[in-house]
């Protein structure tokens, strides 16, 4: 007998079903990789996401896949921010930086991404993206006279990675702590 006209049929239902455990193991992935960064488990995704290790891998044949699509995820989130200072045209160098900064704080990923980068090349090619968004809105703030002449990409990520992987390291989650140092680093490269 064939399924009622408001009842799925059993295939589509399972398919519903393996779409949602998708979503939560890359939600629960997304969380997880944020708290833990690349040394985050399989096993701790799966916990979060309250599924078994298996269907994490039936979704993502491997922690590198997995890890992929978090990583894209933040990229391509940032890189939206970044065009959409870009486009706007009036958004203060400052305010990307400092918005760059409370990304770190908030995402451990996105810091060991941004300090290690290599996962595949999708990864690869949407972190040199971003890389050169944030360069461009650095070197329109050095034209623009915002910023020392000299200060470059590799400046900014030696100021910015270090002194967040550091305070990463040490467990520091207070805002005030990060802006604390954010605003230092902004004293060292701004021109007034």
């Known amino acids: 007998m064939p399924p009622a006209d408001d009842a799925d049929p059993p295939r589509a239902r399972g398919?519903?079903?393996?779409?949602?455990?998708r979503t939560r193991?890359?939600?629960?992935?997304?969380?997880?990789?944020a708290?833990?960064?690349?040394?985050?488990?399989?096993?701790?995704?799966?916990?979060r996401a309250r599924v078994g290790n298996a269907t994490?891998?039936?979704?993502?044949?491997?922690?590198?896949?997995?890890?992929?699509?978090?990583?894209?995820?933040?990229?391509?989130?940032?890189?939206?921010?970044?065009?959409?200072a870009a486009d706007a045209g009036d958004v203060p160098f400052r305010e990307v930086f400092l918005e760059l900064y409370a990304r770190l704080r908030?995402?451990?990923?996105?810091?060991?991404?941004?300090?290690?980068?290599a996962i595949d090349d999708e990864v690869t090619a949407a972190?040199?993206?971003?890389?050169a968004l944030f360069t461009a809105s650095l070197d329109a703030a050095v034209a623009d006279g915002l910023v020392r002449p000299g200060i470059t990409y590799a400046d900014l990520s030696v100021l910015i990675l270090g002194t967040a992987g550091r305070l990463s390291e040490i467990g520091e989650t207070d805002p005030a702590a990060w802006r604390h140092v954010a605003d230092?680093?902004?004293?060292?490269?701004a021109t007034g």
């Open 56 to 84: 994490v891998y039936r979704n993502y044949p491997s922690k590198t896949e997995l890890l992929s699509e978090v990583a894209l995820r933040w990229l391509v989130d940032w890189r939206t921010a970044l065009r959409a």
């Open 35 to 47: 708290e833990h960064g690349l040394d985050a488990t399989v096993a701790q995704v799966a916990d």
């Open 25 to 33: 193991v890359a939600e629960a992935a997304a969380l997880v990789f």
């Open 127 to 131: 972190r040199a993206e971003v890389e």
């Open 184 to 189: 230092m680093i902004w004293a060292g490269i």
């Open 106 to 117: 908030g995402d451990r990923l996105a810091l060991d991404l941004l300090r290690a980068g």
């Open 15 to 21: 398919r519903a079903d393996a779409e949602r455990n």
